[in-house]
């Protein structure tokens, strides 16, 4: 047998029980495997790229975003030039790896991040409460046509944005900010339609945080019918009025607000125009709460929690831990997905939409994976996960990566201890403080004209085209 093929026999051994040990902490090995058989995709024909490979390098490209595809796997494949003396830093060309993530595609990532995520239970922290948070934001991708017709771009005043867009809302546990689930759409898709499939993972006892854009009767109505409570910022031109025998300056009053729901074909009646009614008005009581911070505007919030057992302090300062998800937000797109001087800032790397998807699913894993080590660190220690640092614990996940990859089985334990310790040591430097940040940007504008699709980079002898003289 030849080299070539004698490598290509040892690897197709090694990627089919391919893990990454030092993401392996709570059992993301398993779960691996059970979303690679529940999608069909465990068996494969003989190949170096396995689908466990592949997984795993699929959750590991958000992780080294600053590298490139190639590069990424020749570092998952470290530890095993060890064993393979001949194993080459790239064992594979482009085109292999391109066909190995097409033969994998979306559902074996989505199934895995799905499976994985139903283990988060948060701990009930405010008052006998389990606390989340639910946001979106906004992803981008390179310029692309086909990335352009599946997600399109972002539609303002100014023109359309430089890249297409891919919006994702998030329910996040506020304890440990990992997602309990996501959901992705085009850019145009309203937040509050997006996150009605995430409701089905609340149950009594579940407090959650609303930005003042959830604000929607309706929204409440599906949130209370999950048996969950809600605690969000109302907007500015919502009025209320308090119900009898309670004023407004009392900053914490009772009141009605209306919640438009279908009827149930059954109980249709007649409108006042001789029509059928298909809606129905449905009255709802809430708790509302005005607070003011000196230097600040003032602040009303809504919530369901209507008992006085519960001090409205409490509650104003809770929902300040709505930022929570806002700074997990930032570690994924800024800190995780941080691209290399030069090189086009997108949070995703795919051309194709299908890969996208695949690289927007992974993207989440990998966080939830990291956050789950830290997590697990804390628990040892006894200390809160908010007081480590999400970089530093990355640097420490990068940095102790091929060191588990090429050790010896008998020293993973030892090193999972170690990796654990350097996460407890990565606490954050300047600890959380009250503090108060301006919404302002430094550079605003650009002096250059906008960049269109013919403005391409071109290809001339500058030896023939130059001329001496006026």
């Given at each position: ?98 066909h190995a993530r097409n033969r994998l595609g979306v559902d ?363």
């Open positions: 047998m030849s080299i070539i093929g004698t490598i290509r026999e040892k690897l197709s051994h090694y990627s089919k029980h391919f893990t990454v040990e030092a993401l392996c902490g709570d059992g993301a090995d398993r779960f691996i495997d059970e979303a690679l058989k529940h999608t069909g995709r465990g068996k494969q024909r003989q190949s170096p790229l396995q689908p466990k490979l592949m997984m795993w390098l699929t959750i590991s490209l958000s992780i080294f975003r600053h590298e490139s595809i190639p590069a990424v796997l020749a570092r998952l494949l470290t530890g095993l030039r060890d064993f393979v003396v001949s194993l080459p830093l790239r064992p594979v060309d482009d085109d292999a790896l391109a074996p990532v989505r199934e895995f991040f799905r499976r994985h995520a139903s283990q988060i239970i948060p701990p009930a922290t405010f008052h006998g409460l389990c606390v989340y948070a639910l946001d979106g934001t906004q992803l981008t991708m390179p310029d692309t046509k086909e990335n352009r017709k599946i997600f399109g771009r972002v539609k303002t005043f100014r023109g359309r944005a430089a890249f297409p867009q891919l919006k994702m809302v998030a329910l996040q546990d506020i304890y440990s900010h990992r997602f309990r689930d996501v959901i992705f759409r085009r850019w145009k898709t309203p937040e509050r339609t997006m996150s009605l499939p995430l409701l089905r993972h609340l149950a009594d006892g579940a407090l959650v945080l609303l930005d003042r854009g959830f604000y929607a009767a309706w929204f409440f109505g599906m949130l209370r019918a999950q048996r969950s409570h809600f605690l969000a910022r109302v907007p500015a031109f919502v009025k209320f009025r308090p119900i009898r025998g309670m004023s407004k300056k009392s900053g914490d009053y009772l009141a009605w607000i209306e919640v438009r729901t279908s009827a149930p074909l059954p109980e249709k009646v007649q409108g006042p125009m001789g029509r059928p009614r298909i809606h129905q008005r449905i009255g709802m009581l809430v708790r509302v709460i005005h607070y003011h911070v000196r230097g600040f505007k003032p602040v009303r919030l809504v919530t369901s929690l209507l008992g006085r057992e519960i001090p409205a302090v409490d509650l104003a300062l809770k929902y300040h831990d709505r930022w929570e998800i806002e700074l997990a937000l930032d570690e994924l797109k800024t800190h995780q997905s941080g691209t290399a001087q030069g090189t086009l800032k997108t949070i995703f790397r795919s051309h194709r939409p299908r890969n996208v998807m695949q690289e927007a699913f992974g993207l989440v894993a990998a966080y939830n994976l990291i956050r789950g080590a830290m997590v697990q660190a804390a628990a040892r220690h006894g200390i809160d996960p908010k007081l480590l640092s999400f970089v530093d614990s990355l640097r420490a996940i990068e940095h102790m990566l091929p060191r588990m990859r090429a050790a010896a089985t008998v020293r993973l334990c030892e090193l999972h201890d170690q990796l654990l310790l350097d996460l407890v040591r990565s606490l954050i430097d300047r600890p959380r403080r009250h503090r108060r940040y301006a919404r302002v940007v430094k550079v605003k504008m650009s002096n250059f004209k906008l960049k269109r699709p013919h403005h391409r980079q071109k290809y001339f002898d500058i030896r023939e085209r130059i001329r001496i003289g006026a």
